[in-house]
């Protein structure tokens, strides 16, 4: 199960860390992602990471401006969100693949999902 955290409401410019925790005894390191939903538009990915860390995905409006981390050991993955546009407000979810280590904006990778969490930026 993952549970996402941080959500809320900023102003434009400000940042947001969103979390994401997975519960349960074991955890396997394997590619973890986030994905936004905004009202009446499609799911899209906002970005990747490995299994390991070493490498992420951003997608093209996200580059600069997003970062994504995650600790094994914890079993958390974090989505830092600076200079936060209107544009970015949706619902953010964390997800987590079964079997793919590496990182991938596609959702066809991903198998496990959290419940979402709003993410609101002010103009």
């Known amino acids: 199960q993952l549970v996402e955290s941080g959500g809320g409401v900023v102003q434009a410019g400000d940042s947001l860390r969103l979390s994401c925790a997975a519960s349960?005894?074991?955890?396997?390191?394997?590619?973890m992602a986030w994905f936004r939903q905004a009202p009446g538009n499609e799911i899209e990915s906002v970005a990747a990471?490995?299994?390991?860390?070493?490498?992420?995905y951003f997608a093209d409006s996200e580059k600069g401006r997003f970062t994504i981390s995650r600790d094994n050991d914890k079993k958390t993955m974090v989505l830092q969100m600076n200079s936060a546009k209107p544009e970015d407000t949706a619902i953010y979810y964390c997800?987590?693949?079964?079997?793919?280590?590496?990182?991938?904006?596609?959702?066809?990778?991903?198998?496990?999902w959290g419940q979402g969490i709003q993410v609101t930026v002010s103009s």
């Open positions: 997800a987590k693949s079964r079997t793919t280590v590496n990182e991938s904006g596609s959702r066809r990778s991903y198998d496990i």
């Open positions: 349960g005894r074991s955890f396997t390191p394997l590619a």
């Open positions: 990471i490995s299994f390991m860390g070493a490498n992420t």
